[in-house]
């Protein structure tokens, strides 16, 4: 067992991109296993600042391998723009660096047209979703019939084969969703993807053999989560998530390595709670204190820039996605963002109908009807983001993560307070 991974406990946007970055020198290879370019992650690696959406956090580290397995839906086009992006600011990536699954599925243009009808269609009710063609592609990949994987892609015949079926199909199911609808053509859909396709074609390989051989060879894997708990498509809160498993349950499907391999499960939770996009939250705060949170925490989404729901810690949430994916121990982050608040209040249970339990529940109509009961503590209305080390906290801000530790029901290991790697607490 030699694998660690790194799992949001939260709605997404926990910082875990940081996390990932001052643990992957300690390993060989880094694997994204869900989502796509839905996600964002900042990392600021040697000074400067990195923001990446597709691409694993490995790919800053000349040593490490990269990979995009088998759970990830590819945007093409996102992909190599990142990958520039990557190239331009600290040179080439070769093919031995950068692994894409060839069972991985891809998102054509359709995808995100389908999903603004869909998401049009719902009116007040939508998902709020990144408009990245994810929902849409696993909805394909599950459905079968209308999926191109990126093995389909690298290959012109099969490519233009499944556009030739497919194409049409959307087309005239768009059409029936949306008046304006340009209608999409296959031949310019294949010269486009074909060009993307000569690009990849080095990149793409199996990537579950590889990560097997891996494992067998003794290598260390670093298992880098992408969204939070809260949001996997069959344990968050349906259906305002995303369409992956993106608690711990996700890594053993997405990836193809066993969940036994992995030694250490590192849960990253923020100090408070941020969501964005639609969906009951418990813990919200439409006053000012929201939005000093999201002033101080810059909190405003990676990808799409939206600003993000801000609330206080949620200990039923969290403590759900802590269980959900098997901690071993938790990661606050975040913490230096409270530092100028006179209390701060922590979600220790839910009053449900007047009945107070900790039970996440299953469905949103019941999470909207949750009211937190809260565990009201001091705030240190002192600046964190210089302290090192535990000790060196004010006797306030470490009573607070304790309190988050407790609440949840795992050890905190890392408190972080500030972006830079060196504002890391790790004793
Ligand atoms: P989708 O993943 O684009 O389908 O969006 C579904 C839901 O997940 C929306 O509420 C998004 O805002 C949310 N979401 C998707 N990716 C992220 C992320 O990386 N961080 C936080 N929320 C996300």
Request: charged letters at 25%; a negative charge.
């Amino acid at each position: 067992m030699s694998a660690t991974s790194v799992i949001g406990l939260q709605w997404g946007d926990e910082a875990k991109g940081k996390i990932v970055d001052l643990l992957t020198e300690q390993h060989d290879i880094v694997v994204r296993y869900l989502g796509g370019n839905n996600a964002g992650h900042t990392v600021i690696f040697g000074g400067e600042t990195y923001k990446l959406s597709l691409l694993p956090a490995g790919i800053l580290h000349d040593s490490v391998v990269s990979v995009i397995a088998t759970g990830v839906v590819i945007n093409p086009k996102a992909f190599l723009e990142e990958l520039g992006r990557i190239v331009e600011r600290r040179g080439n990536v070769p093919p031995e660096r950068m692994l894409i699954s060839d069972r991985a599925h891809v998102i054509f243009p359709y995808h995100m047209a389908e999903e603004a009808a869909f998401e049009k269609a719902r009116g007040g009710d939508a998902i709020g979703t990144t408009m990245r063609g994810i929902g849409t592609c696993y909805r394909d990949k599950a459905g079968r019939t209308h999926a191109i994987r990126m093995g389909d892609l690298v290959n012109p015949e099969r490519l233009r084969r499944r556009l030739e079926e497919i194409v049409p199909q959307k087309n005239r199911a768009i059409a029936a969703l949306d008046d304006d609808f340009t209608p999409f053509e296959v031949d310019a859909i294949f010269d486009e993807y074909s060009k993307y396709a000569d690009q990849l074609r080095p990149y793409v390989t199996d990537t579950t053999s590889y990560l097997h051989k891996a494992v067998a060879g003794g290598k260390k894997l670093l298992f880098e989560g992408a969204q939070g708990c809260l949001l996997d498509i069959d344990h968050g809160s349906f259906p305002y998530v995303t369409s992956s498993n993106s608690s711990g349950c996700g890594i053993h499907s997405g990836s193809g390595v066993s969940e036994r391999e992995i030694s250490k499960m590192i849960g990253i939770v923020k100090a408070y709670t941020t969501r964005v996009g639609g969906g009951p939250f418990p813990t919200e705060l439409d006053d000012e204190i929201g939005q000093h949170i999201r002033d101080v925490g810059n909190e405003y989404g990676t990808v799409t820039g939206r600003p993000r729901r801000c609330g206080w810690f949620d200990a039923v949430a969290t403590g759900y996605g802590a269980r959900l994916s098997g901690v071993d121990c938790i990661a606050v982050m975040l913490v230096d963002v409270l530092d100028g608040l006179d209390e701060i209040k922590i979600c220790e249970a839910y009053d449900f109908n007047g009945v107070r339990t900790t039970d996440f529940p299953s469905h949103v109509e019941d999470l909207a009807q949750m009211k937190p009961i809260y565990r009201t503590v001091p705030g240190w209305k002192s600046d964190t983001t210089g302290v090192r080390k535990r000790a060196d906290l004010p006797a306030n801000a470490l009573k607070y993560v304790e309190t988050v530790a407790e609440l949840v029901g795992y050890p905190v290991e890392i408190i972080s307070v500030g972006p830079d790697r060196e504002q890391t607490i790790l004793d």
